[in-house]
């Protein structure tokens, strides 16, 4: 189990290991959010009745905004190259959101400007009302301009916080159908899924919408990609037989099976055109889509590579991982009989925990450092939770996570 130290042990000892391994890693801001209104994944958690139910679902319970949240954390990064961090923050202000005077009242999306280079002081915040905290959506475009999407609107939004172009994004989804917003390795195209049946590809300059893909099958238009290809691992054989192929795809077009790389057990993150990341739990390799290996980097000693979320710098230079490790995880007891006759009333289990966050050089698949995160917490259970984000150039680390907003310089 981790030791119980305090935060600032902990970093500090971190900045040490990294000089002492050759790595140059050094904490340049720190900014708590909760005046800002951040919420808490402890206040996410708490079972309230559901508003308006259904017939069937009359005395039925749930937890957070109706149609939840956009993440599983409770925030999201962009980081701009000259040092500006954009935080996205769900504020649910209305029903049974527990009362904070720094929300206000209204669901709204709340953008936050902060200049890490004068130690996290924040220049302005935005508030979008939205009626969905479930579509939300904070990225930055290729040429650095903030993307805004709150209210089924996609927005350019200035450095005055004025938008200066939108496009409407229609609500086409239904209840546990897929919906996200994501941007291409470089920045000039978006890719927002509406459903499962109906995905757009924005250019993010213009905003115009360059391709509308539609299908039956539901599982088009999925994995990384660069503004011409998508790279996903796919299923291979029926269920459930779990065997998966690596497929490439261009935007709304029939997926091609890259038969060189057979059964694949790694989980692909594209790089470009013709080279992409490989994870695995216990290490990632750099490949080329002809089939040849060009390095493989070893997770480090005693902890396990995320396979699930991968952040790419957009020159394309470097990469961040959350690292976990293995923790003992003792359930409660429990008096419930079927426990207790199967002898699963005292239990315990392996969890994967959060334990850091890697950073390599892409073109080496060397390690530039590592940065300690708080790992379990009360009311946060072990799943990933923190969020990261690099600068363009892979230089500025951006980690948020319990409301905490942290800025490092990886040189």
Same mark, same amino acid.
């Given at each position: 189990?981790?030791?119980?130290?305090?935060?600032?042990?902990?970093?500090?000892?971190?900045?040490?290991?990294?000089?002492?391994?050759?790595?140059?890693?050094?904490?340049?801001?720190?900014?708590?959010?909760?005046?800002?209104?951040?919420?808490?994944?402890?206040?996410?958690?708490?079972?309230?009745?559901?508003?308006?139910?259904?017939?069937?679902?009359?005395?039925?319970?749930?937890?957070?905004?109706?149609?939840?949240?956009?993440?599983?954390?409770?925030?999201?990064?962009?980081?701009?190259?000259?040092?500006?961090?954009?935080?996205?923050?769900?504020?649910?202000?209305?029903?049974?959101?527990?009362?904070?005077?720094?929300?206000?009242?209204?669901?709204?999306?709340?953008?936050?400007?902060?200049?890490?280079?004068?130690?996290?002081?924040?220049?302005?915040?935005?508030?979008?009302?939205?009626?969905?905290?479930?579509?939300?959506?904070?990225?930055?475009?290729?040429?650095?301009?903030?993307?805004?999407?709150?209210?089924?609107?996609?927005?350019?939004?200035?450095?005055?916080?004025?938008?200066?172009?939108?496009?409407?994004?229609?609500?086409?989804?239904?209840?546990?159908?897929?919906?996200?917003?994501?941007?291409?390795?470089?920045?000039?195209?978006?890719?927002?899924?509406?459903?499962?049946?109906?995905?757009?590809?924005?250019?993010?300059?213009?905003?115009?919408?360059?391709?509308?893909?539609?299908?039956?099958?539901?599982?088009?238009?999925?994995?990384?990609?660069?503004?011409?290809?998508?790279?996903?691992?796919?299923?291979?054989?029926?269920?459930?037989?779990?065997?998966?192929?690596?497929?490439?795809?261009?935007?709304?077009?029939?997926?091609?099976?890259?038969?060189? =790389?057979?059964?694949?057990?790694?989980?692909? @993150?594209?790089?470009? &055109?013709?080279?992409? %990341? !490989?994870?695995? $739990?216990?290490? +990632?390799?750099?490949?080329?889509?002809?089939?040849?290996?060009?390095?493989?980097?070893?997770?480090?000693?005693?902890?396990?590579?995320?396979?699930?979320?991968?952040?790419?710098?957009?020159?394309?230079?470097?990469?961040?991982?959350?690292?976990?490790?293995?923790?003992?995880?003792?359930?409660?007891?429990?008096?419930?009989?079927?426990?207790?006759?199967?002898?699963?009333?005292?239990?315990?289990?392996?969890?994967?925990?959060?334990?850091?966050?890697?950073?390599?050089?892409?073109?080496?698949?060397?390690?530039?450092?590592?940065?300690?995160?708080?790992?379990?917490?009360?009311?946060? =259970?072990?799943?990933?939770?923190?969020?990261? @984000?690099?600068?363009? &150039?892979?230089?500025? %680390? !951006?980690?948020? $996570?319990?409301? +905490?907003?942290?800025?490092?310089?990886?040189?």
């Amino acid at each position: 189990m981790r030791k119980c130290w305090s935060r600032q042990i902990v970093l500090s000892a971190a900045v040490g290991l990294g000089l002492s391994c050759g790595w140059a890693q050094t904490r340049i801001a720190t900014l708590d959010l909760k005046p800002y209104g951040v919420m808490t994944q402890a206040e996410l958690n708490v079972q309230h009745p559901i508003p308006d139910p259904p017939p069937e679902r009359k005395g039925y319970t749930t937890s957070g905004p109706p149609g939840g949240i956009a993440w599983s954390g409770v925030g999201t990064l962009a980081v701009e190259r000259a040092g500006k961090i954009y935080i996205g923050l769900p504020i649910w202000a209305s029903g049974y959101a527990p009362k904070n005077a720094a929300r206000g009242t209204g669901d709204k999306f709340r953008v936050l400007v902060v200049n890490a280079t004068s130690g996290g002081k924040v220049e302005y915040t935005m508030d979008f009302p939205t009626k969905s905290l479930g579509r939300i959506a904070l990225q930055l475009a290729a040429d650095g301009t903030m993307l805004v999407l709150a209210d089924d609107k996609l927005m350019r939004v200035g450095t005055d916080g004025i938008p200066t172009s939108q496009l409407n994004v229609p609500n086409e989804q239904k209840e546990f159908e897929l919906w996200g917003v994501e941007t291409s390795t470089t920045g000039h195209t978006l890719r927002v899924w509406l459903n499962d049946k109906h995905t757009m590809v924005v250019n993010t300059k213009t905003l115009a919408v360059v391709k509308e893909c539609r299908t039956v099958s539901g599982d088009n238009d999925t994995g990384t990609f660069t503004d011409s290809i998508e790279l996903s691992s796919q299923s291979v054989a029926k269920f459930p037989d779990p065997a998966k192929g690596l497929e490439r795809q261009a935007f709304c077009e029939k997926r091609e099976r890259l038969q060189q =790389f057979g059964q694949i057990d790694f989980c692909p @993150a594209v790089v470009n &055109d013709e080279q992409f %990341l !490989a994870i695995e $739990e216990g290490a +990632m390799t750099l490949r080329r889509l002809s089939g040849e290996t060009v390095w493989t980097s070893k997770a480090p000693e005693g902890l396990i590579l995320d396979t699930y979320d991968d952040e790419l710098s957009r020159d394309g230079s470097r990469v961040a991982l959350r690292l976990m490790r293995k923790a003992q995880y003792h359930h409660p007891d429990t008096m419930n009989p079927d426990d207790i006759r199967n002898g699963t009333w005292n239990r315990t289990t392996t969890e994967k925990v959060e334990d850091s966050v890697g950073v390599w050089n892409v073109a080496s698949g060397k390690l530039a450092g590592v940065i300690p995160l708080l790992g379990h917490t009360e009311g946060r =259970f072990f799943e990933p939770n923190a969020q990261i @984000a690099l600068s363009p &150039d892979g230089k500025l %680390l !951006a980690v948020l $996570e319990d409301g +905490m907003l942290t800025v490092w310089r990886m040189d």
